[in-house]
């Protein structure tokens, strides 16, 4: 019945090494070792913008030509999800003039910037030439299928990233680039989601040379009785691709729990390989 003195920490030892996530514990532990505050990072405040004159509100039936704006939702629960505040702006149609004074406005006021919309080289995707005008311009393009245009750059030295308009690309865009970038503006030691590798059931075709982030269903096979115990162990993980992997499509990606990774090059893969899935669906720091 006796609790002695030091057993928590002992007189100037770090309890809380800088870059630790404080959890509901960690309060209990800065409070019982006399920590009234301490230091941490501001979450990121982030600048929404969703542009095209095709563009209606959710709560509206598109006519013709037109389509419902769920880019403005899906973004904000991803930057929620991400530990920014998201911050709206009003929704942007393809005129140089307006995208030209959202994106000034939301680099004033905001840590980061995030655009949907307008990211391609088509007539009316004025926004990599806006972004080059107004700030410094890092990429333009990567080598990634979904989400090959993607322009990066600063603006007021604020970040800002300009993702396509199909909802698959935008959403494969922020968790490969977006996501990362604001865990690391947060303090955060892991900013990449955790990689496992599995069997993939299905081929992988591919005529061109870039990488394919393919979205998927990740389950385990059971696998053997215990004898001791009844259980089935050691099953295998097998990955299942969706069929269609289109990016203009959110269904594959509300019901997927990782992407596929199919590296670089013409050569795809067979049922029954090995490859490496993202696990789109856990914590960085999870595993």
Not at 231 to 245: D, E, H, I, P, T
Request: proline content about 6%.
């Amino acid at each position: 019945n006796i609790r002695k003195a030091g057993e928590e920490a002992r007189a100037g030892s770090v309890v809380v090494p800088r870059g630790t996530v404080i959890t509901t514990a960690g309060v209990g532990l800065l409070a019982s070792c006399g920590n009234a505050e301490v230091s941490v990072y501001a979450c990121p405040r982030v600048g929404i913008i969703n542009i095209g004159s095709e563009l209606v509100d959710m709560t509206e039936v598109p006519g013709p030509g037109k389509i419902r704006d769920s880019n403005s939702m899906a973004m904000t629960a991803y930057v929620r999800d991400a530990g920014g505040v998201p911050v709206h702006f009003p929704r942007v149609p393809d005129d140089e003039d307006a995208i030209r004074s959202a994106f000034l406005e939301a680099s004033e006021v905001c840590d980061f910037v995030v655009s949907t919309g307008g990211a391609c080289i088509g007539d009316y995707d004025l926004t990599p030439t806006i972004l080059a005008e107004l700030g410094d311009v890092h990429y333009t393009r990567i080598s990634m299928k979904p989400g090959k245009s993607q322009p990066f750059g600063t603006i007021n030295g604020k970040p800002t990233f300009v993702l396509s308009g199909n909802p698959g690309a935008s959403s494969v865009g922020f968790e490969m680039f977006v996501r990362p970038a604001l865990r690391a503006w947060q303090g955060y030691a892991n900013v990449e989601r955790p990689t496992v590798r599995a069997i993939i059931d299905s081929d992988v075709k591919k005529n061109e040379p870039r990488v394919f982030l393919q979205r998927g269903i990740l389950h385990r096979e059971e696998g053997e009785l215990d004898p001791a115990t009844g259980l089935a162990v050691g099953g295998r993980l097998v990955v299942s691709q969706y069929k269609n992997q289109s990016s203009a499509l959110f269904g594959s990606l509300a019901r997927a729990n990782c992407l596929i990774i199919i590296p670089e090059g013409l050569e795809g893969k067979r049922a029954g390989d090995e490859v490496d899935c993202i696990l789109t669906g856990i914590c960085e720091d999870a595993l």
